[in-house]
């Protein structure tokens, strides 16, 4: 083989090689993107890392069982807001509506969008905690100085009375983190990047709940 002849198969053997490595790549970021809304429906579905469920109504059924929720909030450095529960807890019988109120407030001069991500603990309960209606559905848009009172609306499913596993529930924990508000590439970009860096973080990142170092802490 000649030397042009040689050089030629060289490059032509690289440029393969190159575009092979790029198909994986794209092939890998294709899943990983992918894998967001899919593992969010499975979390949703199963109540894993402690996602809650969301429901049209009550189920119309109420158990002498008094469940006390507490609520707890907090907000992302990123995010000039004050966040908090305008009360610290409620008692509900299981299948009885609840109803509670979270306050925000703007505390920078600018109009800033938030989103809010959320879990429930002990985490096992997760499947078993339904939100009718709830400012985490959406994001919330603030103006400079603006205040807002949040709220949102829940029951436990009379189905938890069927779990020999939830005989010991008495109390069940709210949590909810305000993020700043990021475009679908940002999160995704975000996502692809921690499955790398953290990837406990980044599977509770997939769920819609809170992170991984609060979703996945032992259960009191």
Known sequence: MTTSAH???????????????????????GLAYASVPLY??????????GTTQQA?????????????????????????WH????????????GESGLAFFTARNLSDTSI???????VTPLKVGKYFNKIDCFCFTEQILAPGQEMDMPVS?????TIMN?????????????????RAESEEEKNAALWKNSYE???????????????SDQFAPES
């Open 7 to 29: 050089r030629w198969e060289l490059r032509r053997r690289n440029h393969k090689c190159l575009g092979v490595l790029t198909a994986v790549v794209f092939g890998m970021a």
């Open 40 to 49: 969010r429906i499975f979390c949703q579905v199963t109540g894993y890392g």
């Open 56 to 80: 049209a109504s009550v189920p119309g059924v109420e158990v002498e069982r008094i469940i006390t929720v507490r609520f707890d909030s907090n907000v992302s450095p990123t995010l000039p």
């Open 83 to 94: 966040f908090a529960p305008a009360q610290p807890l409620v008692e509900v019988k299981v």
């Open 113 to 119: 969008t938030g989103t809010a991500v959320f879990n």
């Open 154 to 158: 829940f029951f436990v499913d009379p």
């Open 163 to 179: 779990d020999i596993n939830m005989g010991e529930i008495k109390t069940i924990t709210l949590s909810y983190t305000f993020l």
């Open 198 to 212: 953290d990837p406990v973080g980044w599977m509770a990142a997939l769920s819609g709940g809170l992170p991984a």
